[in-house]
């Protein structure tokens, strides 16, 4: 970079009795560039030659640092690269998240992007990135930082044909828990944040799932190209407020009880996964039923999931319930992302489950409040609600929500691939 004062300081200098010198300077990132200095010749004038150091001296070596502290893209991109998470504990580079860097007219442009929409704090970002920056250019101008995300996940039920980048399944040791409603308030949670969601009642002998979200009618039956060019015959999913649901409720009356034995349930858990279109989804959630039954071991024969979420209520008869909970998904090798303990309050007391989550080894992943504005949303079918800005509980179950997607995304980063099953 040449400085316009430069032409008339060549000029000036003869009559000085200032002798401008040029030659290259090899810059820190290996390029070379031009460098002016002054030096007094003998029988000089030295107050003019002393007027032109002090006038233009400074001007000189601002231009200088100026060209010294612009960086380079490659120079950038390394900055951001060593730059540690605060959520994840790896650095940028070691997780993928930078995924554009560019230096224009010195100024730093950086998109990062994040594995989940649920991830908390965003705007840290700037500041991690202009300290980082500065520390090596000084000079650099504040970035200029624009975050996104794209939900990452194991894909794990490709190899059944579904395009669900993270499977997640709710479940309890026993009845009465409010599993069902922790299940449809995920995926509303979920849907809050931007991601697509659906949700799958797998709770074949109770199923509430169509009441609490206030969906009605029937999936369909249609036509569909698979990945080899077959024309197939597909189930659609019913959608309400934009969440694809489906469940063995829409298909049978409110009063009719479900009575089936072990195999039916294990060939209605394959239609409603197999052979459903659920398009593609970031999440797809699903509201198991209570105990430890077979159900979960179909699952996890179908597919392998992104983790379990368990569900108590804080008193010392739903925990024991729940270690049993715990200790079933571990031995089918489906990861637990940790239990939300529901009811929290008065009634029931609060902080056994955190208490139990310590002992067993498996993150607490928060408190759901009892309050009657939940169950009010629930028994009138309008469970995405608890989302809505007047909503007394928004705060405290977007929270729970949030936690459980870092839950998934923490889980990935630490175990990649699918573990391996044991056919028990």
Not at 288 to 308: E, I, K, R, Y
Not at 321 to 340: N, R, T
Request: aromatic share 4%.
């Amino acid at each position: 970079m040449t400085n316009p004062s430069l032409g008339f300081l060549a000029g000036a200098a003869g009559y000085a009795g200032l002798e401008p010198h040029h030659k290259p300077i090899l810059m820190e990132d290996g390029s070379r560039s031009d460098a002016h200095s002054l030096s007094v010749l003998p029988g000089s004038c030295p107050p003019v030659a002393r007027l032109l150091q002090n006038r233009f001296g400074p001007l000189i070596h601002h231009s200088h640092a100026e060209l010294r502290s612009q960086m380079t893209d490659a120079e950038l991109l390394s900055c951001l690269r060593a730059i540690t998470d605060p959520e994840f504990g790896k650095t940028l580079g070691e997780l993928g998240m930078v995924k554009r860097a560019s230096v224009a007219d010195g100024t730093p442009t950086i998109e990062i992007v994040l594995p989940t929409p649920a991830y908390p704090g965003q705007d840290r970002f700037q500041g991690l990135i202009d300290d980082a920056v500065k520390a090596k250019f000084p000079d650099a101008p504040s970035a200029s930082v624009t975050i996104s995300w794209s939900v990452k996940g194991k894909e794990s039920g490709g190899k059944i044909g579904l395009r669900v980048k993270n499977v997640i399944a709710v479940g309890s040791g026993k009845g009465g828990v409010g599993k069902s409603t922790t299940a449809a308030m995920l995926a509303y949670g979920l849907q809050s944040f931007g991601a697509k969601v659906g949700l799958m009642d797998a709770d074949v002998y109770g199923p509430s799932i169509p009441h609490m979200t206030g969906a009605t009618g029937q999936p369909q039956i249609v036509a569909v190209t698979d990945n080899e060019g077959r024309t197939v015959e597909r189930l659609k999913p019913v959608e309400k407020d934009g969440l694809k649901l489906l469940s063995i409720g829409f298909m049978v009356g409110e009063e009719q009880a479900i009575v089936w034995r072990g195999p039916m349930l294990h060939k209605l858990l394959t239609q409603f996964l197999q052979q459903t279109d659920w398009g593609e989804l970031d999440y797809l959630i699903i509201d198991l039923p209570p105990g430890t039954g077979d159900v979960s071991l179909t699952l996890s024969q179908l597919l392998g999931l992104a983790g379990a979420v368990i569900v108590c209520t804080p008193q010392k008869v739903a925990l024991l319930d729940a270690v049993k909970a715990i200790s079933m998904f571990g031995q089918v090798k489906i990861p637990v992302l940790g239990i939300v303990e529901n009811m929290s309050g008065e009634i029931f007391g609060r902080g056994g489950a955190a208490v139990q989550a310590e002992k067993s080894g498996v993150p607490f992943l928060g408190e759901v409040p009892i309050e009657a504005h939940i169950r009010v949303l629930g028994d009138e079918g309008r469970i995405g609600d608890l989302f809505a800005d007047d909503c007394p509980a928004k705060d405290v179950l977007t929270q729970v929500c949030r936690n459980i997607a870092m839950q998934v995304a923490k889980s990935l980063i630490e175990s990649p691939e699918l573990p391996t099953l044991e056919v028990l």
